[in-house]
């Protein structure tokens, strides 16, 4: 089974749903209105889109949760407790040692 760490993906627009209308696909740039603008879309990682469907305007955000979420979630879990077992060994193996 291969690890997937990657929990957070960089949304593909040119499949995204449009928030409105639920059309994938629909979904044009819209290019921002001035500097105040660029900034905020640049703090909050969303971006001016538009739809071409049923005309919606507004901000869609960047990235979105992968749908394999679970299996990341599994991978994490793996890592952690592998490492926790390995703590335990540890711990054991310096228990068995005695002091002198
Ligand atoms: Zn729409």
Not at 70 to 98: A, D, E, M, P, R
Request: overall charge positive; aromatic content about 12%.
């Amino acid at each position: 089974m291969a690890l997937n760490f990657k929990l957070i993906i960089l949304r593909d627009t040119t499949v995204t749903e449009c928030p409105n209308c639920k059309t994938p696909g629909a979904l044009d740039r819209r290019k921002s209105t001035g500097w105040p603008d660029r900034i905020i879309q640049k703090i909050t990682f969303r971006k001016n889109y538009h739809c071409n469907s049923c005309k919606w305007d507004g901000k869609v955000f960047n990235f979105r949760l992968t749908k394999k979420y679970k299996q990341v979630l599994l991978s994490y879990l793996i890592i952690t407790g592998s490492f926790l077992i390995l703590l335990i060994i540890l711990y054991l193996y310096l228990k068995s040692i005695k002091p002198r």
